[in-house]
């Protein structure tokens, strides 16, 4: 079955010439020229697997969109095309529940690779039907991305939580900041590893401000396990 993608930009020539080049490949189009349009379509029920949202747009702005999708606990995979090179825009972006991001000028056959690799890894998530991870006082659904201490849940970002995942998946066993970074973001942010302090000192506060019995331990020169509270 084929797979359909939104395509939201305002600059007509760039707009129509990604979704001729996707066609030609494949894929079924949508297109929208700003955050509100996209959302009314999307508000509609349209069937979309997969959406190119673009982040410097009038009206709506594609972060605002972005916000806004998530809020409606709308989980379709987003990748953010934007011009800005700034990395906090970028860890922003991907904070916001964007799966990956791609800077203009870019090559329509890197956006459909970086889109099958999204794909792929949605795909597989999508395999895990209700399956838990039970430690101690903290519970953790792969399959609707909630965690729970002490049966009340807490809230992550997606980055937080495929963190909190992998690590309570194997306690104890030490993971690398690169091995997380691939593990939350995938092989193409390996460069902004040392983000993972930052998003690890956030989840660590969450769980401690709701009384986890479990911690994220810290490994000096090495990286983090999951285990006991004593950080270090």
């Known amino acids: 079955m084929k797979k359909t993608v939104m395509v939201v930009d305002d600059q007509d020539e760039l707009r129509e010439s990604i979704t001729v080049f996707l066609e030609n490949e494949g894929y079924n189009t949508v297109s929208a020229r700003d955050g509100e349009e996209a959302l009314k379509i999307i508000k509609n029920s349209l069937n979309i697997d997969m959406i190119l949202l673009d982040v410097m747009m009038p009206n709506k702005d594609g972060l605002t969109t972005l916000r806004e999708l998530r809020m409606l606990q709308n989980s379709t995979p987003v990748i953010l095309l934007t011009a800005k090179t700034d990395e906090l825009d970028k860890l ?8 990956d991001y ?3 000028p870019f090559s329509l056959r890197e956006v459909v690779a970086r889109m099958k690799a999204v794909l792929r890894r949605t795909a597989i998530q999508q395999q895990v039907d209700d399956e ?6 903290v519970k953790i659904n792969l399959s609707t991305y909630e965690v729970f201490v002490n049966d009340a849940r807490i809230n992550l970002t997606p980055t937080e939580f495929r963190i909190l995942a ?11 900041r690169l091995q997380l970074m691939n593990i939350a973001m995938g092989e193409a942010y390996v460069n902004y590893e040392r983000s993972i302090d930052t998003h690890v000192s956030n989840l660590r506060k969450k769980l401690t401000d709701n009384d986890s019995l479990l911690n994220i331990q810290t490994v000096y020169g ?7 509270t004593n950080e270090t």
Do not use: C
């Open 166 to 176: 992998a690590l309570a998946e194997k306690p104890g066993r030490v993971y690398s």
């Open 92 to 99: 922003l972006g991907l904070e916001m529940g964007a799966d």
């Open 102 to 104: 791609i800077t203009k």
């Open 222 to 228: 090495i990286g983090y396990r999951f285990g006991g």
């Open 132 to 137: 838990w991870i039970h430690q101690a006082n």
